[in-house]
């Protein structure tokens, strides 16, 4: 079955099980930290709601000793022109009202929404790949929320000077949005280069400049 919403012609066997979970919650398997770096063999899944309930999903998704080949991807902030988190933040920074989040020191694990789907279809053709796949940029473990928010500005043509308070953060993008926002993980895509991936957008800036050109 051909998957053309995702932008690519790549064929999905029936033999394959594919899950991509919602971004807020994939990469919050891991527990936030400013300084650990994570890879797909990294420990979590155990310390919170929600890192549990990704806990169980992917073990309902890779049923060991299954014929069908399971994939999980879990993405970090997916950044794309239509809706996401980006869509929130547009306005704010193209009035030059635009900041860090919090104390824009965490870390903000990112992925283009093209670099998502991408790395779908790569999963869906390659019939090794299986098992875990971490959706973030190469550069992700490099980015912070502050970095981010230059970046943005930046590409805009617009300063970045007005922190927003965590309140705000929760009030605007909701209690599960604002944790990944506010708190963050150094995810690393380790596994998913292994495999053969090649990102289209490995970088913040150019992956900027494409969703507000």
Do not use: D, I
């Given at each position: 079955k051909s998957c053309p919403a995702l932008g690519c012609p790549?064929?999905?066997l029936w033999s394959t099980w594919l899950v991509k979970m919602s971004s807020t919650l994939s990469a919050g398997y891991?527990?936030?930290s400013p300084t650990a770096e994570y890879t797909e063999d990294s420990p979590g899944g155990d310390f919170d709601f929600f890192s549990r309930l990704v806990s169980s999903?992917?073990?309902a998704a890779l049923i060991p000793g299954s014929p069908t080949r399971g994939v999980v991807v879990r993405s970090g902030v997916v950044l794309g022109r239509d809706g996401g988190a980006i869509a929130q933040m547009l306005l704010p920074f193209r009035l030059g009202l635009g900041g860090p989040m919090g104390s824009g020191l965490q870390p903000f694990p990112w992925i283009h929404i093209q670099d998502l789907s991408g790395i779908v279809c790569h999963?869906?053709?390659k019939e090794s790949v299986q098992g875990i796949l971490n959706g973030v940029a190469p550069s992700s473990p490099g980015t912070?929320?502050?970095s981010f928010a230059r970046e943005l500005a930046a590409?805009?043509?617009r300063p970045a000077l007005v922190p927003v308070p965590g309140w705000a953060v929760r009030a605007v993008f909701g209690a599960e949005r604002a944790v990944m926002l506010l708190e963050g993980q150094r995810v690393l895509p380790k596994r998913t280069l292994?495999?053969?991936y090649h990102f289209i957008f490995p970088e913040l800036p150019a992956a900027l400049r494409d969703i507000v050109a």
């Open positions: 790549c064929v999905m891991y527990r936030p999903w992917e073990a999963a869906l053709e912070s929320n502050g590409a805009l043509g292994e495999t053969g």
